[in-house]
């Protein structure tokens, strides 16, 4: 009976490890007013595109004439007005050239006079040979000589004239060579850069100075053809500077290309920077943000 009960004990042992396992409760359970989490509201669609900030206005102030530079009158930096002298060429020698030939124009002009005066006493005397020879006082030689006379005269003062308006343009001729020597600003704006120093000869054509307006400021960029008659002058650009982070600017467009550049895709767009940008400089690059019209 011993081997009895030993059986019953391994039957009931296999019977236990037979049952299945009963599953572990979860830890955290759903709630059941839970609500779902709302989806992200949709970010207006931009494209931004890049530029350099110009302005209409800038230039390099070249030498008209050959010379030395005697002055520099303006640094960078300076603000200047238009016409302002930024710098002066030597101009002794013509300086010179031009009070001989105003010297010469007075005393061509002192001849001339005197010509002019003369004739009217030569054409007087042929008016009175004329009534001698009516009255038959004197020979037709004697009148036709007083004739001769008051005609090689006027010849005369048409010659001293001639002089004299040759004369007067040689004085313009120098007063226009005698201005290229001051260096002019060609608008208002401010000195960029000076090239020159006093001393330094220079030739015709040679940078001198470089003048640039302060605005109006414009952006120049591109933008993907498909934009080509979706985009309009007088539409408003978001704007900003990698060198101004936290500065926002407005712009217009006011000029579009009318065709694409087969070369890229692209058309050139120009847009005009709107009210005060004082920060702003020429040469910076910036940002637009262009709404990505569909």
Known sequence: MQWVGCVLMIALLLNGCSGEPKLAAPRFTASANAQPTPSPAPVEDMFVASGP??????????????????????????????????????????????????????????????????????????????????????????????KYKAESDKWDVQRVSELLRNAQATERSLQLELEKTRIRAPFEGLVARRYVRVGQRVALGDRLFWVTATGPLRVRFTL??????????????????????????????????????????????????????????PGMTASIEVQNLR
């Open 53 to 146: 900030i110009v302005v209409e206005n800038q230039v390099d102030v070249a030498a008209q004439r050959e010379g030395v530079v005697a002055k520099i009158l303006a640094e960078p930096g300076l603000r200047v007005r238009r016409d302002q002298i930024l710098g002066t060429l030597d101009d002794r020698q013509l300086t010179a050239d031009l009070e001989a030939a105003r010297a010469k124009t007075r005393s061509i002009e002192a001849d001339r006079k005197n010509w002019e005066s003369e004739a009217k006493v030569l054409e007087s005397d042929y008016e009175r040979a004329q009534k001698m020879w009516e009255a038959q006082l004197i020979t037709k030689e004697q009148l036709e000589h007083a």
């Open 224 to 281: 993907p053809e498909k934009f080509l008659g979706r985009v309009k002058t007088g539409l408003e650009v978001g704007l900003t500077s990698p060198d101004l982070p936290s500065e926002h600017y407005k712009a217009r467009i006011i000029q579009l290309s009318p065709v694409v550049d087969p070369s890229s895709g692209t058309i050139d767009v120009m847009a005009e920077v709107l009210g005060p940008a004082q920060d702003l400089r």
